[in-house]
């Protein structure tokens, strides 16, 4: 592999999505070898102490690589934390040439085509096959794939995760880290661009579900509110949430998490259907706890996806990427 297929590589790498699109990321290059490291003067210390979501991140990363890998048409294997250094996330190796399949080629292009839609979807469900397909992409990657269908299971979810947004909202040292990743400049490179985000205030929303709220405290009154007052009602959304969780709760189990991920998104994506993180209740120690307890989960809960169609014509804003040549070294 030369520099410039290193370069691709890196590229569809770089389109995996990251909490706040922190791209917590590094990258190095040889000839047959791409290894990848979390970059700790990305990390969020209020939201995510321990790194779980941007090792999460990571894995995610890790994954698109291996599929832009094989739609160029290479067979690669991943070794996770191959050493000491705990920063040392993953090492992709190069093994040989293979023949892209059709799914692969339809799996890499999903990379460019993904991305989180927050705005409420259509009503039409995600057919069961589709998440039975997913459920069987996540455990391949020791990782559990629960859609929250029960209707005790989606008020406990729905609570803690209101719960969660408001203990956020609450927090002046949550609020001014979450500033400093909103971004009003679309060709930022980094951060979650205002215009990824729904103007109207999450809780007036016509959905069970809410969104995380990346511009809590800068609406002004009324903002979002109806303008016809006869106008019929909203229909209620009822997206697909699925909760994605792991035995383990360490970084290989979290990297482990970001790979079944990185493959849930782009089979959903190939399929139509787009998705977005609701990950408040997870953020917290307290919240996480009591949705384990509360759903009788084995294991530990790592990402809440809220699924369905995109609505028709719906624009979504592009979340910017920093440049390869910012998180890529090669090594000559
Ligand atoms: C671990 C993780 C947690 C996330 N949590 C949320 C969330 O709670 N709410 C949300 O709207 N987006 C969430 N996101 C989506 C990111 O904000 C998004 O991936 C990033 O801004 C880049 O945009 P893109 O996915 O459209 O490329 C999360 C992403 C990851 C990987």
Same mark, same amino acid.
């Given at each position: 592999m030369d520099q410039q297929q290193w370069a691709q590589v890196v590229e569809a790498a770089t389109r995996a999505p990251s909490i706040h699109n922190t791209q917590p990321w590094r990258f190095t290059a040889t000839a047959d070898q791409l290894d990848v490291f979390l970059d700790p003067g990305r990390a969020l210390p209020v939201l995510d102490p321990t790194g779980r979501q941007q090792v999460i991140s990571c894995g995610i990363a890790v /994954?698109?690589?291996?599929?832009?890998?094989?739609a160029a048409g290479w067979l690669s294997e991943v /070794?996770?934390?191959?050493? =000491?250094?705990? =920063?040392?996330?993953? &090492?992709?190796?190069?093994?040989?040439?293979?023949?892209? &399949? =059709? /799914?692969?080629?339809? +799996?890499?292009?999903?990379i460019a085509r993904r991305h989180t839609v927050r705005d409420p979807f259509q009503p039409r469900v995600v057919p069961v096959d589709l998440l039975?397909? +997913?459920?069987? /992409?996540?455990?391949?990657?020791?990782?559990?794939?629960?859609?929250?269908?029960r209707s005790e299971e989606e008020v406990a979810t729905v609570f803690l995760i209101d719960r969660a947004e408001e203990m956020e909202q609450g927090d002046p040292a949550y609020l001014a880290e979450l500033q400093q990743w909103v971004r009003t400049d679309p060709a930022a490179v980094d951060g979650v661009p205002v215009g990824a985000v729904p103007a109207e205030d999450p809780h007036g929303r016509p959905s069970n579900w809410?969104?995380?709220?990346?511009?809590?405290? &800068?609406?002004?009154a009324g903002e979002g509110a109806p303008v016809d007052a006869d106008a019929p009602p909203p229909e209620v959304e009822r997206p697909t949430v699925v909760l994605m969780g792991t035995d383990g709760d360490d970084r290989y189990a979290w990297l482990q998490a970001g790979r079944a991920l990185a493959r849930v998104l782009l089979v959903a994506t190939a399929a139509g259907v787009a998705a977005s993180p609701l990950t408040q209740a997870l953020d917290w120690p307290a919240t996480r706890t009591r949705l384990r307890a509360r759903l009788s989960l084995v294991g530990h809960p790592q990402m809440l996806l809220r699924m369905g169609y995109p609505r028709e014509g719906g624009e979504v804003a592009v979340s910017g990427r920093r440049p390869v040549a910012e998180v890529l070294t090669v090594a000559p």
């Amino acid at each position: 592999m030369d520099q410039q297929q290193w370069a691709q590589v890196v590229e569809a790498a770089t389109r995996a999505p990251s909490i706040h699109n922190t791209q917590p990321w590094r990258f190095t290059a040889t000839a047959d070898q791409l290894d990848v490291f979390l970059d700790p003067g990305r990390a969020l210390p209020v939201l995510d102490p321990t790194g779980r979501q941007q090792v999460i991140s990571c894995g995610i990363a890790v /994954e698109f690589a291996v599929v832009a890998l094989a739609a160029a048409g290479w067979l690669s294997e991943v /070794e996770l934390l191959p050493d =000491d250094d705990a =920063d040392h996330l993953a &090492t992709v190796r190069v093994i040989g040439p293979i023949v892209a &399949t =059709d /799914e692969d080629s339809a +799996l890499a292009a999903s990379i460019a085509r993904r991305h989180t839609v927050r705005d409420p979807f259509q009503p039409r469900v995600v057919p069961v096959d589709l998440l039975d397909r +997913l459920q069987a /992409e996540a455990a391949a990657f020791g990782t559990w794939f629960k859609p929250v269908t029960r209707s005790e299971e989606e008020v406990a979810t729905v609570f803690l995760i209101d719960r969660a947004e408001e203990m956020e909202q609450g927090d002046p040292a949550y609020l001014a880290e979450l500033q400093q990743w909103v971004r009003t400049d679309p060709a930022a490179v980094d951060g979650v661009p205002v215009g990824a985000v729904p103007a109207e205030d999450p809780h007036g929303r016509p959905s069970n579900w809410s969104i995380r709220d990346f511009v809590v405290g &800068t609406r002004s009154a009324g903002e979002g509110a109806p303008v016809d007052a006869d106008a019929p009602p909203p229909e209620v959304e009822r997206p697909t949430v699925v909760l994605m969780g792991t035995d383990g709760d360490d970084r290989y189990a979290w990297l482990q998490a970001g790979r079944a991920l990185a493959r849930v998104l782009l089979v959903a994506t190939a399929a139509g259907v787009a998705a977005s993180p609701l990950t408040q209740a997870l953020d917290w120690p307290a919240t996480r706890t009591r949705l384990r307890a509360r759903l009788s989960l084995v294991g530990h809960p790592q990402m809440l996806l809220r699924m369905g169609y995109p609505r028709e014509g719906g624009e979504v804003a592009v979340s910017g990427r920093r440049p390869v040549a910012e998180v890529l070294t090669v090594a000559p």
